[in-house]
Each structure stands twice: as C-alpha cells, then as structure tokens.
C-alpha cells in the first residue's frame, strides 16, 4: 500500500503528502522554510501575513497534485509515475533556496533564490533523500523556468501552481478580498497542446478565459494593494539598506544569509547594528512618505536603473539625503518594477481545436484585460521617496532624476568635491 498523510490547511483543507514528498519534508533545507515568511515585512501592515514559504510549498505540491489528477482523468495526457513525482517534487521545492523576508535581498542585489536551490539539491540531506526519486538536473530545470518537460509549465509558466497558491493563500492570509481567483475552473480548463516545435506543453482550454483573467486581475490587485504598500516598501527599503550595509562591512556575508531565517537574521543585524534600521524595524518605527507619485504620472517610461542597479539607487540617496539635510541612509528612494506582471505565455485551445497563444498583442483578441495591462501596471507602480527625520524633497526634482538615463543619474550621484 501506498504511504501517505494528510496535512490540514486552512486554504486547501486536507494536503495529502504523497511518498515522494515525505521522503524530503522533514529534511532541514526544507524545515528551514518553516521559518521565512513568505510576505517579508507585509506583517507590519497585514497582521495576519505571517504565514510561511513552508505552507506555500505544501500548497503548490498540493495544487500539482490535483492537476495532474485532472489532466489524466480528463485523458489530456498519461504520466508515468516517475515523471509525476518529478513534478510534484519540483512544485514542493520551487522555494528551496529562497531568502528571508522575501525577495527584498534579490532587489539589494543578491542572485535570484533559484539559482540557490542548486546547492540543496545537490549537496546535504535533501539531495540524499532525492537519489533515486528525481534528477536534480531536470528538478533545478524546472524550477529554474528553462525545461523542456511537457508539463513544466504547471511549476513555472502562466499557470503556474506557484501563482495559484501565493495568490490565494496571501489575500486570504491578509484578510483583503483581491487575490480571489476560480482555481478549481482554471484547474479543470488545463489541457495539453503542441508547441511550435511540436512537443506536449500545458494548455488552457478557452472555457477557463474568464478565470485566467481572473488570475491576472488578482495579480494586479494584490501588488496594488498588498505587495507595494507604501508600509511595506517603507520597511523593505530600510531592511535593504541594513542588509547591503552589514555586508559591506563585513558583518554577514551573503552565504550566510542564503541559509538563515527571518528571526535569525534580524536577531544578527539588532545585536550589531549602527545605523538603528534594525531596531526601527523591530519596533516598527518605519521611514514616512516624502513623496508619492503612480507611474501614471511619469512623462514617459523611466530607465530601469531605479530597480535593477541597487549601487547605483544607494549612490543616488545619499545625494538626495545630503541634499535634504539628511544624514546617509536617512532617505530610500523606492520605485519597484514588475514589468511582466501580467504578461502571459501560454496555448489556448479553442473549442473547435484549433490552437493559439496567449502572448502579447495577441492576448487581447481573447481577453479584455491585456489590452489595458500597460496602464493598470502604471497605476499600480508606485515611484516614492521615504525619509527618516524631517527632510523635505520636491516632486518635480525627483521625477526628473528617474528619467536620467544610467549614466547621467551616476552622474547625479558622484561625491560632492
């Protein structure tokens, strides 16, 4: 007989853990997750978003689950029992090599969490426990987002299980109303099509559209409302600036940080830290709003630099501190960016059969959404300035200095002589 438990969850109701997931639950990379919040600092604001990267997992394996289940039932596709404990595994270790409080570090420029799961799945107690149940290769593929497995796209595509669980699990953990998306349609509208290279690939069948897009206006909604709310930048750019800081001087290495927990890491930084970031963040005594503008009311769209050059935005504070009459590291200039936030990538089949992409322009012939996803992404963008202290910024200087091109804005930030 098949081993097996249940888990109770207050999202899915009852998870049962199948072999494969009980052959490397109880390992410690995968405990470890037990103690990374998945929302990072969205507790300060959302008191309930202390659930963790551990009950994620456990729902996206959860969710793998049901929809290989349905696939097959729906006789779409037959996967051998290798292949879907694959998969399965790949849903349940998608996070393995993620950080503490969330992706605030990836912006302070430490590498993405997914290359981190290679040396969990490679090395220690989980890879042990994965020889002979899956490759490390084709699981690191996976979750990495370049396999050329036929359903790789249930652990990273447009339909995602990640997505369908973070998602849901996030606004009901918060306690908003946003993050409402019909799992159960977009689960049983999940089919199987050929690609343009002619290999198997997730699909959606055209009767699950409005849940899709239902899917995608959650997106929307959440970062609007959850994920960039101005409390919560507030927070991740203090904790950036702490991190980046302790680094420099030597105080944590990167590493280390890789493989510790959100309350281990900031015990580390409140038992040596000069700047007091820590302990403002502790007792949540976070940086105000000296500036608040929508991308919307940009003149055109700003060079990427603001999310993708941490050196060069924390050169460019200071300035801006300095000139504010603020001491360094007393002002976070925060413009986040999320450009594919709700692209989609995927084969809709059409209810004569006949097979199309849901991709760019193309997109909007078959859902509404699309066609304003550029000014949704706008309004939701949010360019603001925070200032511990009293300092002042003007608007217009601010708007100007997102404009420059890279150079310019290094420029802009050079020390005074």
Same mark, same amino acid.
Request: aromatic share 6%.
């Given at each position: ?5 249940? !888990? ?138 370049? #396999? ?5 796209? $249930? ?36 089919? !199987? ?59 944590? #290495? ?14 580390? $930084? !409140? ?95 078959? $859902? ?10 706008? #309004? ?38």
């Amino acid at each position: 007989m098949t081993r097996f438990e249940v !888990v109770r969850d207050p999202l899915w109701n009852n998870i049962r853990l199948d072999a494969e997931a009980l052959a490397v639950v109880d390992t410690p990379a995968v405990q470890r997750l037990r103690y990374v919040r998945q929302l990072g600092h969205a507790f300060l604001v959302y008191p309930g978003a202390t659930h963790s990267r551990f009950e994620h997992a456990l729902g996206a394996y959860h969710l793998a689950r049901r929809a290989l289940t349905q696939l097959e039932d729906a006789g779409e596709t037959r996967v051998d029992a290798a292949d879907r404990a694959l998969l399965k595994l790949a849903a349940l270790l998608h996070d393995i090599g993620h950080y503490p409080f969330s992706h605030a570090l990836e912006e302070a420029g430490l590498p993405h969490h997914e290359l981190l799961a290679e040396r969990h799945l490679m090395h220690g107690e989980l890879a042990e426990r994965l020889a002979g149940l899956a490759a490390p290769e084709r699981l690191l593929g996976l979750i990495q987002g370049r #396999s050329a497995e036929p359903l790789a796209g $249930l652990v990273s595509g447009s339909l995602d299980v990640d997505k369908l669980d973070y998602l849901s699990r996030d606004a009901w953990m918060c306690g908003v109303p946003y993050g409402v998306i019909d799992v159960d349609r977009l689960l049983t509208s999940l089919g !199987v099509a050929l690609d343009a290279h002619g290999r198997p690939t997730l699909a959606l069948h055209e009767k699950g559209l409005a849940a899709l897009e239902s899917l995608l206006f959650a997106k929307y909604q959440m970062y609007r409302n959850v994920y960039w709310h101005h409390a919560v930048r507030s927070a991740t750019a203090m904790f950036k600036r702490l991190v980046r800081q302790a680094i420099g001087a030597g105080r944590l #290495s990167p590493d280390a940080i890789a493989t510790a927990t959100d309350d281990g890491l900031i015990h580390q $930084l !409140v038992e040596q830290d000069p700047t007091g970031l820590a302990r403002a963040l502790r007792e949540r005594r976070l940086a105000k709003r000296a500036l608040d503008l929508s991308a919307a009311e940009l003149p055109a769209a700003p060079p990427s630099w603001t999310a993708d050059d941490p050196d060069l935005v924390e050169r460019v504070e200071d300035r801006l501190a300095r000139d504010a009459g603020l001491a360094p590291g007393r002002l976070f200039l925060d413009f986040p960016a999320k450009p594919d936030m709700l692209a989609l990538d995927v084969p809709l089949v059409k209810r004569d059969g006949a097979v199309t992409q849901l991709e760019g322009a193309d997109a909007a012939a078959h $859902l509404g959404l699309p066609r304003v996803a550029t000014e949704l992404y706008r #309004s939701a963008r949010r360019l603001r300035v925070f200032v511990l202290g009293e300092g002042r910024v003007e608007a217009k200087r601010i708007v100007n200095l997102v404009m420059l091109p890279r150079e310019e804005a290094a420029t802009f930030a050079l020390p005074a002589a």
